[in-house]
């Protein structure tokens, strides 16, 4: 029989085989959970990782997209800027309104003729003063001060022998009539052709392609005298498709509004004493044969008024709207 020592002990033995079981039981579940808990937090791992590729892709194409838009940005800032400095240009320069004449059809009237120098200075301060009525009363609004420029192209030997024999004035009347009218103004010219088939047509027909053209150019008023005949309807027409006839205006001889052609329906200022009216032409004998001329009285205008002259007053132009229109232009 086992002594009672002999059984204690193997009650202890007993015991402590199976408080090692229970043990070794748990550590063997804590490392199974450990195991799991691992791979668990590597897959964690690995998708954080891809989010987070992603998410360094999406900020490099928005950091991209962002300096994209910066630059472009900046591009149309200076366009901006360019833009602003252009038109603080323009209010700065000088703004032009034009005149051009065709002196072989437009002729001044008999009266202003034959006065000579006086007669010439009376003819610019009068087409001076319709130009910027018309102006006013168009209620043409721009930016800055207004240059106004007068340009008559003709052949002066010509209209000289032409009006020479139809006694409406005598060479020498004509020449100081000239000097008068360009000294009223250094903007004020008068351009001799010369003889030659369609030079002053030529001539005005490249004036009107060219400066209308410029940004600065905000009306030109053509005097021709044409109507529905006038040689420049092809030219205007071309300008039309250009999106450039806008800026023209007509200029006549009160009275002569109903010889314009139904096609050109353009503005128009019609001027009364300024201008003749009819058409002659020279007499067989001439030896040299100009275009046609006008003679004979006006009747009464639609429109009068005026851009100022150097001999103009200066409240001509300081109309109640507020316009900007330079009481100097004509004089500088």
């Known amino acids: 029989m086992a002594t009672p020592q002999v059984t204690e002990a193997l009650t202890r033995r ?12 748990r550590l063997l579940t804590l490392s199974s959970t450990t195991i799991k808990r691992n791979v668990d ?27 994209r838009e910066a630059k472009t940005l900046k591009g149309r800032l200076a366009s901006l ?35 000579g120098h006086e007669g010439g200075r009376q003819a610019a301060q009068q087409l001076t003063k319709a130009v910027a009525d018309y102006l006013t009363s168009q209620d043409i609004h721009v930016l800055g001060q207004l240059s106004f420029w007068i340009t008559i192209y003709y052949n002066r030997i010509g ?33 001799d052709v010369g003889y030659g088939k369609d030079a002053t047509y030529t001539k005005i027909t490249e004036y009107l392609q060219t400066y209308i053209r410029f940004p600065q150019t905000q009306r030109i008023f053509l005097a021709d005298a044409g109507g529905s005949d006038s040689a420049y309807v092809s030219t205007i027409t071309t300008l039309q498709g250009d999106g450039l006839a806008n800026k023209l205006t007509f200029l006549e001889a009160a009275g002569a509004g109903a010889n314009q052609s139904p096609r050109l329906r353009f503005p128009t200022l019609y001027v ?7 058409q002659a032409t020279p007499p067989p004998s001439a030896t040299h044969h100009p275009p046609p001329l006008n003679f004979a009285g006006l009747s009464p205008s639609h429109i009068t008024g005026g851009l100022p002259t150097p001999r103009s007053p200066s409240s001509v132009l300081t109309p109640s709207t507020g316009k900007l229109i330079d009481p100097n232009l004509a004089s500088k």
């Open 14 to 25: 007993s015991r402590f085989l199976l408080a090692r079981d229970e043990t070794i039981t």
């Open 41 to 67: 937090l590597e897959n964690r791992l690995a998708e954080l990782e891809v989010e987070l590729a992603v998410w360094k892709q999406a900020h490099a194409t928005a950091l991209e997209g962002a300096d």
């Open 81 to 115: 800027n360019s833009q602003i400095a252009s038109m603080e240009s323009m209010m700065i320069q000088s703004l032009l309104i034009l005149c051009v004449v065709d002196g072989d059809a437009c002729v001044f009237t008999e009266a202003l003729l034959k006065q």
């Open 159 to 191: 209209l000289a022998s032409v009006l020479e024999r139809h006694q409406i004035c005598t060479s020498e009347q004509l020449e100081a009539f000239t000097m008068g009218f360009s000294q009223a103004s250094p903007r004020f010219l008068l351009v």
């Open 272 to 278: 009364d004493n300024l201008f003749m009216t009819h």
